[in-house]
């Protein structure tokens, strides 16, 4: 099946969502779908085997519409799968248009969306053309059934969450767009994930100086504001006269936040931790330096200030390998994560110092949330994950899986459920 993948992030980014990009594109291409991307001009030529690369967006306008409706009718595309993020997008009404501009100019294509997070298109970040622009265009395309800035979500064919909390913001309780969306579980953004053995990992440590008789607490994922780490570093420190520590922060910064890490190590320093972390710092999808550190630590810390849920991309590596993990409760934490992950409150230095020193000193807990995170983890799987989109791209629902939401007695195999309101 031909299908074009736009997306506003690619590699160099430093940005999950061009990580994503990538491996969704490579994994679809080895399925044996002829796989384009249309992509920024500024993207790495570098692809995955088997992938056409277009670097036809100059920028997200107006103008990158035209562009990406010619490379459409250039090569006759059967789907479309655009990842979205808003801000990646620049906020620009454009690519929400793109499903009704395709079907104004006769072009008959599967569309599907993956949503990054609940948030759609912010028009307060809009400039009065822009919104002008927008309104002139939905009068021209005949788009009265529903409000101008939703286009992207009642245009699109169906829509990908990856996670249920998501789902139920971005549909609105409406039933039509909740029969035409699905939950998929993004698996770690990793090609390869080696395992490694007890020798291995008592090399690494060696590397690394640390002692047999330390533990070791890993962060994973990119290191940005809202992750919780200000929080993590005012804990760690008043833990440093109880316990025997060290602490693994795995990822680069983000391009939103250059000078972000930088900060964070200067607040280590004034905290006099810094001795007692180590910084990973900006790898390569290649590398496999992230996979090998976190199987080396005895629990992951993930305080995120927003809470956990199954969309957080820095949760499926920790999971995947069975790792214990302490993070936060929020408003949108599933009911399994609930019961898989210590949790505490986020924004809150003593309650995640209980945790950690909890966690830190008992075996048994640290086996207990093991085996619970690996139950998850075995969901998270490329396999699974791609055999479902392509089902979603050639105009049909997932395998119907029986079972109950996520939280009730009857779990599901894979964690792909459809959004009919109750059982798949």
């Known amino acids: 099946m031909k299908t074009l993948i736009i997306t506003p992030a690619w590699p160099p ?13 490579s994994h679809l291409a080895h399925a044996g779908h002829d796989v384009h991307v249309a992509a920024p001009r500024d993207s790495d030529a570098l692809t995955p085997e088997k992938v056409h690369l277009h670097r036809v967006i100059r920028k997200w306008s107006w103008s990158a519409a035209i562009a990406l409706v010619n490379l459409i009718k250039r090569h006759d595309f059967k789907s479309v799968l655009v990842l979205f993020e808003r801000s ?12 009704a501009i395709l079907k104004k100019t006769g072009i008959k294509i599967r569309f599907v969306t993956i949503w990054q997070n609940q948030y759609g298109l912010n028009q307060n970040k809009q400039t009065w053309r822009a919104k ?34 998501h789902r139920d913001l971005l549909t609105l309780d409406q039933e039509g767009l909740r029969l035409k969306s699905t939950v ?28 047999e008789n330390e533990k070791i607490a890993a962060f994973f994922g990119r290191i940005y504001s809202g992750k919780g780490i200000e ?17 693994l922060m795995i990822g680069g910064g983000a391009l939103t936040e250059n000078d972000y890490v930088e900060k964070m190590k200067a607040l280590s320093r004034r905290l006099e931790i810094d001795k007692d972390i180590l910084w990973s710092g900006e790898y390569g999808m290649a590398d496999d330096l992230a996979v090998k550190w976190i199987q080396i630590a005895d629990f992951v810390v993930l305080p995120f200030d927003a809470g956990a849920t199954l969309s957080r991309s820095s949760l499926s590596l920790p999971l ?43 075996y048994t807990l640290r086996e207990n949330l093991s085996r619970s995170a690996e139950k998850i983890g075995k969901r998270y799987h490329w396999d699974s994950f791609t ?20 939280g009730g007695k009857d779990r599901r195999n894979n964690l792909v459920f459809l959004a009919r309101g109750g059982a798949a």
């Open 13 to 25: 980014l430093a940005a999950s969502e061009a990580s994503q990009a990538w491996h969704i594109a």
């Open 88 to 99: 990646l997008y620049r906020n620009h009404p454009m690519i929400a248009f793109l499903p």
């Open 132 to 165: 002008t622009e927008s309104r002139i265009l939905a009068k021209f395309l005949g788009i009265t059934d529903w409000p101008v800035f939703q286009a992207l979500r009642f245009g699109s064919d169906h829509h990908v969450m990856y996670c249920h909390y």
């Open 184 to 211: 998929l579980a993004l698996p770690p953004l990793f090609s390869e994930i080696p395992v490694l053995g007890p020798e291995e990992k008592k090399t690494i440590r060696l590397q690394l100086k640390i002692s």
């Open 231 to 247: 929080t993590l570093f005012e804990a760690f420190q008043s833990l440093t006269k109880q316990t025997s520590l060290k602490m």
């Open 320 to 362: 995947f390998c069975g790792l214990p993990i302490i993070s936060t409760l929020g408003e949108g934490t599933e009911p399994e994560l609930k019961e898989a992950l210590y949790l505490c409150l986020p924004r809150n230095a003593q309650s995640l110092a209980a945790a950690i020193l909890g966690v830190a000193n008992s």
């Open 387 to 406: 055999s479902n989109l392509e089902l979603l791209l050639r105009g049909g629902p997932p395998p119907a899986l029986s079972g109950r939401r996520p």
